[in-house]
Nanobody, 116 residues
Framework: QVQLVESGGGLVQPGGSLRLSCTTS????????IAWYRQTPGEERDFVAH???????NYADSVKGRFTISGDNARNTVYLQMNDLKPEDTAVYYC??????????WGQGTRVTVSS
């Protein structure tokens, strides 16, 4: 079974930047999409961004212009570059893979805290 491992979370001041990584345990056969979601306590998990195996990207309105999703196929890794972070970006960020059979895989999450 495919495993996803997220990393890169941490504590950052407002206006700062972080880069999250999501690495799959094996090469994923196209077509697929990998997405980032985030969740705060007591809330539902919200979509942040995704990238398809063809390179198409999509973003939640709340992060457009500040976050960038990209992929490195050679490293089986998808990145989420987060700039101009705001306190409302504080959440646990999860990586999701939807494979060619529409099967979903989730990582364990990485915590991002934006605070002065």
């Amino acid at each position: 079974q495919v495993q996803l491992v997220e990393s890169g979370g941490g504590l950052v001041q407002p206006g700062g930047s972080l880069r999250l990584s999501c690495t799959t345990s094996e090469t994923i056969i196209s077509p697929y999409s990998i997405a980032w979601y985030r969740q705060t306590p007591g809330e539902e998990r919200d979509f942040v961004a995704h990238i398809t195996s063809g390179g198409r990207t999509n973003y939640a309105d709340s992060v457009k212009g500040r976050f960038t999703i990209s992929g490195d196929n050679a490293r089986n890794t998808v990145y989420l570059q987060m700039n101009d972070l705001k306190p409302e970006d504080t959440a646990v960020y999860y990586c999701n893979l939807q494979d060619r059979n529409d099967y979903d895989y989730w990582g364990q999450g990485t915590r991002v805290t934006v605070s002065s």
